[in-house]
C-alpha cells in the first residue's frame, strides 16, 4: 500500500548505474560467506559436545580441588557444589544420548 516517492533519496541511489553495480558487488560478497557457514549442530552433536565440555571442566576443578589448602573451606565447598552440579547434569545428557541411539 505504501508508494514510495519517484523522487526520494533511495529511488535515485538504486536507479543510477554506479550504485546497482554496488550492490551487486556486495551480493555477491554475501553469497561467497554464506557457502562457507557451517550447517547447525543437531541435538546429538551439542549434547556430546556439552559432555566433553563438562568431563573437561570437571577434570580440572578436581585437580585444583587436590592442590586446594585444607583451610580454605568456602572455595573447597563451591567447588564440590559444582563438580555435584556438572555431574547431574552428565547424568541427564547420558540418558538424552541414549534415548537417541
Known amino acids: ?3 514510495r516517492p519517484p523522487n526520494s533519496l533511495l529511488g535515485r541511489h538504486f536507479r543510477s548505474e554506479r550504485s ?7 551480493l555477491h560478497a554475501l553469497r561467497r560467506y554464506d557457502v562457507a557457514v557451517p550447517r547447525p549442530l543437531t541435538d546429538r552433536q551439542r549434547w ?5 565440555e563438562l568431563l573437561a571442566q570437571i577434570a580440572r576443578w578436581e585437580s585444583e580441588l587436590a592442590g586446594l589448602a585444607p ?7 563451591m567447588l564440590e557444589w559444582q563438580i555435584r552440579r556438572d555431574r547431574l547434569r552428565i547424568a541427564e545428557l ?3 544420548l541414549a534415548g537417541t541411539s
Open 48 to 52: 556430546q559436545e556439552e559432555l566433553d
Open 1 to 3: 500500500m505504501w508508494a
Open 20 to 26: 546497482s553495480a554496488r550492490l551487486c558487488r556486495a
Open 71 to 77: 583451610g580454605d573451606r568456602v572455595r573447597r565447598e
Open 94 to 96: 547420558d540418558r538424552r
